[in-house]
């Protein structure tokens, strides 16, 4: 019979959870009518429950949104252009940026300040919390991809900072760095992972010890959640992500004794304990 392993610390992490309780309190508080401003979290389990239990609608653009009413600013945070937009439509704005995103959007706005030339290293230059802050000021901030950084051709690394994404992987984003300081020492490397990405990661570290088949339940969209499944398949064990136990295959399963799950920082323990029943 196999043997299944859950990571821990898995789901959930601090910023989700706020975000999620902010958008709880709104609910409570306010009887104008509430949006949010794209997925407050990249799980759709958690945007359906949200939108039918509290009753907040979902919207991609401002626009969308009538004057005067509530805006929940997403987990990834925003630009500072969004935040005037919203004030511009006299929105009541409630603010669930995750704290560790605003403390990026605080250092890029401090390099702006003295007019230093900022990288951001990202999974994807479209993803909500590279767009949010790449708008602190986009003529001083580039975007850079964890692909892309090997092809980086700068004529002035002294005059350049570079900050990461707080989801990335922990494996890809330090060969990353390595690389840039080897090709460029001069330049300034501020690494902004968060804790909670870490601690997620070492964790599957741990499982592809003892684990050759590994289950990360998390959404396509998720920054976090992809970056599990690129820690496991770095170091070489077959690893698969699924959004709900309808996507499980039976055939990944055989020859597989020692399988370790574990899930994003967006996915709720209900759709991880639903995963581990249909394994079962």
Known sequence: MSKI???SPHGFCFG???????????????????YFLGELVHNQH????????????????????????????????ASPTTFAHAKEKDLIIVDASCPLVLK?????????IKNTKTLFLCNSISHDETIGIVGENPSMITPITIKDIFSLNVTDPQNYVL??????STLETKEALDFIKNKYPQITIIPHICQATTDRQNAIIQLTKTCTL?????????????????????????SYIIDSALEIDKKWFIGHQNIGISSGASTPESVLEEVIQKIN
């Open 16 to 34: 989700i959870n706020r975000a999620i309780n902010l958008a709880k309190e709104a609910a409570q508080k306010y009887k104008e009518n509430i």
């Open 104 to 112: 990026s959007h605080q250092k890029v706005k401090e390099l702006s």
């Open 5 to 7: 392993t859950i990571a």
């Open 163 to 168: 900050i990461t994404q707080t989801t990335l």
């Open 46 to 77: 958690v945007v359906n429950w949200l939108e039918t239990e509290l009753k907040i609608k979902t919207v991609q653009s401002l626009d969308l949104i009538p004057d005067g009413s509530v805006v929940i600013i997403r987990a990834h945070g």
């Open 214 to 238: 590994i289950i990360i339940v998390g959404s396509p969209t998720s920054a976090n959640s992809n970056s599990l499944l690129q820690v496991a398949q770095s170091l070489g064990v077959t």
